[in-house]
């Protein structure tokens, strides 16, 4: 069985660093400050390995657990970073990481050309072993991860020869990876209604819970309602997706118009630990609090917003015979959904189905 999951930085980097003239890879970071140094004609590996680490988990144990270092080797390497650019890259306070806007530019210069190589080398090692067909996947939760690789599995044993590359997507960017070729299909979170993309059935549906600090005066509540939201802030991520997407995900406003406070994050792990300082409130689907459960943190239920539900997305004019099989047989796999009804008998999509409910 061939499935690989792209989670290693170390040999994604030692590609990286392969394949690209490094050259090229530096005069991009000159061009954040206008001063390349004299002399110095590239960016050492394990300063790109730990940057984009860094950028990625805004958080240094976790960064350093990925790359085998200390933490303090991680801080010297970025800081010698800094100094080789002449800018901070990140700000560092005893409660967070955050990217500076040089950071932020370095981190998207680099990061589209560093995905192409990856799946450039990705696809040519596949073809070295005899793959015939490689089908890149993305997913947006870890339930859904566990749901791709089912079908990853099976995909392999019924089509010989192909190979299946999965990747997270991140909730700051859910359609830009679909778009840009990273991955072929995904399995995301609705709604999506976009002109290129299609989208299939809902594989996954789950009650909608409320993130908060455990001192937080809505867990004293008996009830917390869209209402109440306008008395605190709602963590959410600063995506670059449809304006309906962000609305459906985290409400700008009560049902009497009041506003509900904001505050943007990049991803997932800052959306936690920002509950997790008392910063604000987030939503996360039931199922989630078994891979995201913290002492600091109580899940209130929440059932005054349609329900999370997860489906695939491909392009429209993308539709492979692989992707094909591959839809086939993750709808195979995906839980029977239960079916509601509405008062004429007709049944219901699990959307409506749960608005219905409620």
Same mark, same amino acid.
Request: glycine share 6%.
């Given at each position: 069985?061939?499935?690989?999951?792209?989670?290693?930085?170390?040999?994604?980097?030692?590609?990286?660093?392969?394949? /690209?003239?490094?050259?090229?890879?530096?005069?991009?970071?000159?061009?954040?400050?206008?001063?390349?140094?004299?002399?110095?004609?590239?960016?050492?590996?394990?300063?790109?390995?730990?940057?984009?680490?860094?950028?990625?988990?805004?958080?240094?144990?976790?960064?350093?657990?990925?790359?085998?270092?200390?933490?303090?080797?991680?801080?010297?390497?970025?800081?010698?970073?800094?100094?080789?650019?002449?800018?901070?890259?990140?700000?560092?306070?005893?409660?967070?990481?955050?990217?500076?806007?040089?950071?932020?530019?370095?981190?998207?210069?680099?990061?589209?050309?560093?995905? %192409?190589? %990856?799946?450039?080398?990705?696809?040519?090692?596949?073809?070295?072993?005899?793959?015939?067909?490689?089908?890149?996947?993305?997913?947006?939760?870890?339930?859904?991860?566990?749901?791709?690789?089912?079908?990853?599995?099976?995909?392999?044993?019924?089509?010989?020869?192909?190979?299946?590359?999965?990747?997270?997507?991140?909730?700051?960017?859910?359609?830009?990876?679909?778009?840009?070729?990273?991955?072929?299909?995904?399995?995301?979170?609705?709604? /999506?209604?976009?002109?290129?993309?299609?989208?299939?059935?809902?594989?996954?549906?789950?009650?909608?819970?409320?993130?908060?600090?455990?001192?937080?005066?809505?867990?004293?509540?008996?009830?917390?309602?869209?209402?109440?939201?306008?008395?605190?802030?709602?963590?959410?991520?600063?995506?670059?997706?449809?304006?309906?997407? %962000?609305?459906?995900?985290?409400?700008?406003?009560?049902?009497?118009?009041?506003?509900?406070?904001?505050?943007?994050?990049?991803?997932?792990?800052?959306?936690?630990?920002?509950?997790?300082?008392?910063?604000?409130?987030?939503?996360?689907?039931?199922?989630?609090?078994?891979?995201?459960?913290?002492?600091?943190?109580?899940?209130?239920?929440?059932?005054?917003?349609?329900?999370?539900?997860?489906?695939?997305?491909?392009?429209?004019?993308?539709?492979?015979?692989? /992707? %094909?099989?591959?839809?086939? /047989?993750?709808?195979?796999?995906?839980?029977?959904?239960?079916?509601?009804?509405?008062?004429?008998?007709?049944?219901?999509?699990?959307?409506?189905?749960?608005?219905?409910?409620?």
């Amino acid at each position: 069985m061939r499935v690989r999951a792209v989670f290693d930085p170390t040999s994604l980097f030692q590609a990286f660093e392969a394949t /690209i003239n490094a050259e090229i890879i530096y005069d991009r970071c000159a061009t954040l400050t206008d001063q390349r140094p004299q002399g110095e004609p590239t960016v050492e590996r394990h300063e790109l390995e730990a940057f984009l680490t860094l950028a990625e988990e805004l958080h240094f144990r976790r960064t350093s657990e990925r790359l085998g270092l200390a933490q303090g080797r991680v801080s010297q390497i970025i800081q010698k970073l800094e100094r080789r650019i002449g800018a901070r890259l990140f700000e560092r306070t005893s409660r967070k990481v955050a990217l500076t806007p040089v950071g932020e530019k370095l981190r998207d210069d680099l990061l589209p050309a560093y995905q %192409q190589v %990856q799946r450039a080398l990705a696809d040519a090692a596949a073809a070295a072993r005899g793959a015939r067909d490689v089908l890149r996947v993305g997913y947006s939760s870890p339930m859904a991860a566990e749901l791709v690789l089912k079908a990853a599995d099976r995909l392999t044993a019924r089509c010989p020869g192909s190979e299946v590359h999965i990747q997270e997507i991140h909730l700051s960017d859910p359609l830009g990876p679909i778009r840009s070729g990273q991955v072929h299909l995904q399995v995301t979170q609705l709604p /999506i209604d976009e002109p290129d993309l299609a989208v299939g059935p809902v594989l996954i549906a789950e009650d909608r819970r409320l993130l908060v600090h455990h001192a937080h005066p809505f867990t004293r509540s008996t009830a917390v309602t869209l209402e109440d939201l306008a008395a605190t802030t709602l963590v959410g991520f600063a995506a670059a997706a449809p304006l309906y997407w %962000q609305e459906y995900h985290c409400p700008r406003r009560t049902p009497s118009g009041r506003p509900v406070p904001h505050v943007a994050v990049g991803n997932w792990h800052e959306a936690l630990a920002m509950v997790g300082a008392g910063k604000g409130v987030t939503f996360a689907s039931a199922r989630d609090e078994q891979y995201h459960a913290r002492p600091d943190i109580v899940w209130l239920p929440f059932l005054h917003l349609p329900r999370f539900e997860y489906a695939t997305i491909w392009p429209r004019t993308g539709k492979t015979s692989l /992707i %094909q099989a591959f839809l086939h /047989i993750i709808n195979e796999e995906a839980p029977r959904l239960p079916v509601h009804r509405d008062a004429h008998g007709r049944a219901l999509p699990p959307t409506a189905a749960s608005a219905h409910s409620q």
